[in-house]
């Protein structure tokens, strides 16, 4: 069951589109889609009420659509659809954000999802008809993989990392399950037999542990 945490809602900044919190449940991250931002929210664990920790830092960017923690919780990249780019922030100890030098960085049309290689060294952004490929450098600068963009069989919404850490999947909006396998490279391959069957307008997946 349910119950309202104490001051919710919380306020956020213009359309607030999508959320992600640090593996230690101490912050929470914003994207603020019209206004092209991100909140930053400290959590009270008792209680799990939100309080801001600074003003909203703008991305850069236009139409922040999604936004993610890489697996190591240093930087936060969010991706801006109208501007076709992404913002990367470097995650100071107070959850604090810093643009890494050179951000945003460019991507492509239709940009939504977003999801990383289980090692921290790649990152994956769906972009219509494809997905785009970046491998992460130092400090946080993300750089095209040689063989990106990699071709998807439908317009894809979300990606979504499996729990092996090789496989990428993708809700492609008409055509079910859109599903890749990563190389050590981090280039992607189509998966036999895919796209998978699923229900109509695909939008999202999920993988359970240990599959």
């Known amino acids: ?18 959320v992600a919190v640090d593996s230690s449940g101490e912050f929470a991250y914003v994207a603020n889609f019209r206004a092209g931002t991100v909140s930053v929210f400290k959590i009270d664990r008792s209680s799990g009420s939100l309080s801001a920790v600074g003003p909203p830092v703008p991305t850069g960017g236009m139409s922040s659509i999604s936004l993610a923690l890489d697996p190591h919780e240093r ?3 969010v991706v801006n659809t109208a501007s076709q780019d992404v913002s990367a922030f470097a995650i100071g100890g107070d959850g ?6 050179g951000s945003p960085f460019a991507s492509g049309e239709f940009t939504q999802g977003i999801a990383f290689d289980r090692s921290g060294d790649f990152l994956y952004i769906s972009s219509g008809f494809q997905v785009l490929g970046y491998s992460i450098r130092t400090g946080g600068v993300i750089v095209p993989l040689a063989g990106s963009p990699y071709p998807a069989p439908g317009f894809l919404v979300s990606l979504t990392l499996d729990r092996t850490g090789r496989h990428v999947y993708g809700a492609a909006f008409s055509s079910g399950v859109a599903a890749f396998n990563i190389a050590d490279n981090g280039d992607l391959t189509a998966v036999s037999g895919a796209p998978f069957p699923a229900g109509q307008v695909t939008v999202f997946v999920t993988t359970t542990a240990g599959h």
């Open 1 to 18: 069951a349910l119950t309202p945490v104490p001051g919710s809602p919380f306020q956020a900044d213009d359309i607030p589109y999508a």
């Open 75 to 77: 930087f936060l990249y």
């Open 96 to 101: 604090m954000l810093t643009p890494v030098p």
